[in-house]
Every structure is written in C-alpha cells, then in structure tokens.
Nanobody, 115 residues
Framework: QVQLVESGGGLEQPGGSLRLSCAASGSIFSINAMDWYRQAPGKERELVARITSPGSTTYADSVKGRFTISRDNAKNTVYLQMNNLKPDDTAVYYC?????????WGQGTQVTVSS
C-alpha cells in the first residue's frame, strides 16, 4: 500500500504564489511517476503536471511557464510551485503516484485564487 499526504493549499490573490507538497510512504517502487491533478467545481479532474522518477516533466498547456513540478526521491516527496496564480487555478489539487502496482491518490488540498 501507498499513502500520499498533500499540504500547502490555501487562499491566494491573483498573481500570487503557492507551493504544494506531497509526501509518499509505504511500498514505493524506484520506477514511478508522480502527478498533480486538479478538479474544479463542475469540471472533470485534469492532469496538471507529471514528473517521472528519472526526472522528465510534463505540464498542461494552461500552466506552462507558471507552475513547476519537482521531486526529492530521497524523501519520496513531490512539489508543485505555482506562480502567477489565476482565478481559473481554483480547484482541489490531488497528488497521485503511478507505479507497477497501480495508481494511488492523496486526499486533496484546496487552492483558492481570489481577490
């Protein structure tokens, strides 16, 4: 089993920054991908960013140039640095780990961007 615990969400003004963290524990394989998804009210969950264990990254077009995903393999932790936040970034953000044994999800953390 794998457990994921997110932190770092909150309320921020447009143009501001937040940093999300997700700590993974349990049976984690060395080869995996760690993702950040988000789900806004009335919308489907969407992939925001992905980072593989070797470190390659993928971003949704809507966050390219504003968000940066990174990971600390020694701590089994993934981060999402979110800059120049926009009201459309308001959503519940979920951390997810995908490896040979399956996909695992965190409980989610709320990010609200509003003046």
């Amino acid at each position: 089993q794998v457990q994921l615990v997110e932190s770092g969400g909150g309320l921020e003004q447009p143009g501001g920054s937040l940093r999300l963290s997700c700590a993974a524990s349990g049976s984690i394989f060395s080869i995996n991908a760690m993702d950040w998804y988000r789900q806004a009210p009335g919308k489907e969950r969407e992939l925001v960013a992905r980072i593989t264990s070797p470190g390659s990254t993928t971003y949704a077009d809507s966050v390219k140039g504003r968000f940066t995903i990174s990971r600390d393999n020694a701590k089994n932790t993934v981060y999402l640095q979110m800059n120049n936040l926009k009201p459309d970034d308001t959503a519940v953000y979920y951390c997810s780990l995908y490896q040979f044994s399956g996909r695992y999800w965190g409980q989610g953390t709320q990010v609200t961007v509003s003046s």
